[in-house]
Nanobody, 116 residues
Framework: QVQLVESGGGLVQPGGSLRLSCAASVSINNFAAMGWYRQAPGKQRDLVARIFNSGMTNYPDSVKGRFTISRDNAKNTVYLQMNSLKPEDTAVYYC??????????WGQGTQVTVSS
């Protein structure tokens, strides 16, 4: 069973940047895709960024142009570079892997707080 460990969250001022990391315990080449999601208090968990095994990426409009997902296959790690952060980006950010059969595994989450 794959284990995912997120890191890099914290407190940042509006307009600032953070880079989140998600380290997998197995080769990420085994998976169809990896993604970052976020969940604010009282809200559903939403997609933030997704990267497929092919390298193709997709983002919702809310983060397009500000967030970038990337992967380092040698380190079995996926990154989320977040720039121009806004207070509404405040949430717990979760990493996941998507298998070719549709089954997903989630990390434990890392808190991102954007506040002055």
């Amino acid at each position: 069973q794959v284990q995912l460990v997120e890191s890099g969250g914290g407190l940042v001022q509006p307009g600032g940047s953070l880079r989140l990391s998600c380290a997998a315990s197995v080769s990420i080449n085994n998976f169809a895709a990896m993604g970052w999601y976020r969940q604010a208090p009282g809200k559903q968990r939403d997609l933030v960024a997704r990267i497929f095994n092919s390298g193709m990426t997709n983002y919702p409009d809310s983060v397009k142009g500000r967030f970038t997902i990337s992967r380092d296959n040698a380190k079995n790690t996926v990154y989320l570079q977040m720039n121009s952060l806004k207070p509404e980006d405040t949430a717990v950010y979760y990493c996941n892997v998507e298998r070719y059969n549709g089954i997903r595994t989630w990390g434990q989450g890392t808190q991102v707080t954007v506040s002055s």
